[in-house]
């Protein structure tokens, strides 16, 4: 079956750095998506990895490896206003999105 | 980046009633769209992939002839609740994937669907 696992919840203080894991098993493989969903919000897009590396967009930075079937995001200088729940989705061979089931992130003064 | 509008925002019906959700993608034309359901503190669910002009793929365990989707342009989609009970109250969203492009997806403001 495919799979996606992230943990369910992380909290980290205002400034710090944090890192959300994201582990996948899917039939086929065509991208790596990362959501920020605030409560009662649809998801809005991050990034996107096809290629093991890391990408880097101000703040948020994502890392894939193909091999190692395993992702992160990277969330550098953290606001309050970055307190959402952070979705990890993968494009399976059918070009469906596989979600994971996200994981809240709690920011703290 | 691309817009999707979907409408209502927000509805409260009464049980039994019918409630019909628009997805609209405004800049862009979008072979496929998907709709999606969210129960509080839980991920996206996949109900149906729907594209322009032929019939809705729908997941297991979603009824059909309950959540209806018509895709009758390249521009818009629509989920027709119908027989809202209670238990379908959910956060609704539809995304929209350009024509052509596989690996992207635009999401609307989600639909927040109350049934009373």
């Known amino acids: 079956g495919q799979n996606i696992d992230q943990p369910t919840e992380m909290t980290a203080t205002e400034g710090a750095i944090v890192q959300i894991n994201c582990t996948y098993q899917?039939?086929?493989?065509?991208?790596l998506f990362w959501y920020q969903q605030h409560a009662g919000e649809a998801p809005t897009f991050l990034s996107y990895?096809?290629l093991d590396g890391l990408e880097e967009k101000g703040r948020f930075s994502s890392f894939l490896s193909r091999s190692k079937g395993y992702s992160y995001l990277l969330l550098k200088e953290l606001q309050m206003k970055d307190s959402a729940s952070y979705l990890c989705?993968?494009?399976?061979?059918?070009?469906?999105?596989?979600w994971g089931a996200g994981t809240k992130l709690i920011i703290k003064p | 980046g691309a817009v999707v509008s979907q409408h209502p925002s927000w509805v409260i019906c009464k049980s039994g009633t019918s409630v019909k959700i628009e997805c609209r993608s405004l800049d862009f034309q979008a072979t496929t769209m998907f709709w999606y359901r969210q129960f509080p503190k839980q991920s996206l669910m996949l109900m149906a992939t729907?594209?322009?002009?032929?019939?809705?793929?729908?997941e297991q365990g979603v009824e059909k002839d309950k959540f209806l989707i018509n895709h009758a342009s390249l521009t818009l989609s629509t989920l027709t609740v119908t027989s809202a009970h209670p238990e379908d109250s959910s956060f609704y969203i539809c995304s929209a994937r350009p024509t052509g492009a596989e690996t992207e997806a635009f999401f609307g403001q989600g639909t927040r669907l109350t049934v009373v």
């Open positions: 989705a993968v494009l399976d061979s059918n070009y469906q999105l596989i």
């Open positions: 729907s594209n322009e002009g032929s019939k809705a793929t729908y």
């Open positions: 990895n096809v």
């Open positions: 899917t039939s086929g493989f065509n991208g």
